[in-house]
DNA sequence: AGCGCTTATAGACCTATGTCAATATAGACA
DNA sequence: TGTCTATATTGACATAGGTCTATAAGCGCT
């Protein structure tokens, strides 16, 4: 089962209880956001005018090696986060905003009013 | 510096990139909820009517061993999640919803007009 | 074909983490 | 004080995961 769907029919925590094969399902999402150089990889992505971030650009921006870099990019990838085209030599990663917002639906709190 | 301090200065991931600081403290209460039995935890604690849950009804809901689940309340615990009180002999533990809120808002993606 | 640049994969290493059994701690009540 | 129940802590174990070096794979260019 694709993860943006177990996202879909997950409900916001607060409302109900995870069954265990959401709550596996996501973890592996937030497992995905639970690295700090995932996390401003995602930040980088995401923020960028024009939606899509060359891999040479991301690998400059940290002083960690390239195959690193490629790997944390393949987690990202593997969880629905991110999406990657490769054109001539290159290879663009954009954001999949669906994904986020399901997580950020997930976590929603109802209005403590 | 406070975790939740930390959630509330970071901007949204689609806004700009996040610092490494800023990365590092977000990244910690992601990894909590990057594990299935705490992502259920959570939800059981945070749908319960009343807002509050003894720990016997948790581990009552799992097939795990005791201090597995105390070492997994501990964890939503200290990254600011959750907080427990004690009332006689049982240990009740209650959603902090700013946090959940604060990282919700994190992961906001701008509506697709 | 061969070279150079960009990105991905494989394998090794070390640390972090989820789980358990055993034990400690805290509180209620004889 | 002693005992029973509820929860937390400790220490051990196995697996997962982040990082690196070395190497492979894709693509353009001559």
Redesign the pocket.
């Known amino acids: 089962m694709e993860l943006l769907e177990i996202l879909e029919c997950s409900p916001p925590l607060a409302r109900e209880p995870l069954s265990a094969e959401q709550a596996a399902g996501v973890a592996r999402v937030f ?2 956001l ?5 996390l401003r990889i995602l930040s980088i992505v995401a923020s960028r005018a024009g939606g899509e971030v ?4 991301i ?1 400059d921006a940290f ?13 990202l990838k593997d969880v629905g986060l991110l999406t ?1 085209e ?8 954009r954001l999949v905003p669906e994904t986020l917002g399901e997580l950020s639906a997930l976590l929603t709190v109802p209005a403590t009013v």
């Open positions: 497992k995905a639970g690295d700090p150089v995932r060359c891999v040479c650009d690998t002083e960690l090696s390239q195959p690193t870099i490629s790997h944390h990019l393949k987690v990657s490769r054109r001539a030599s290159w290879v663009y990663y």
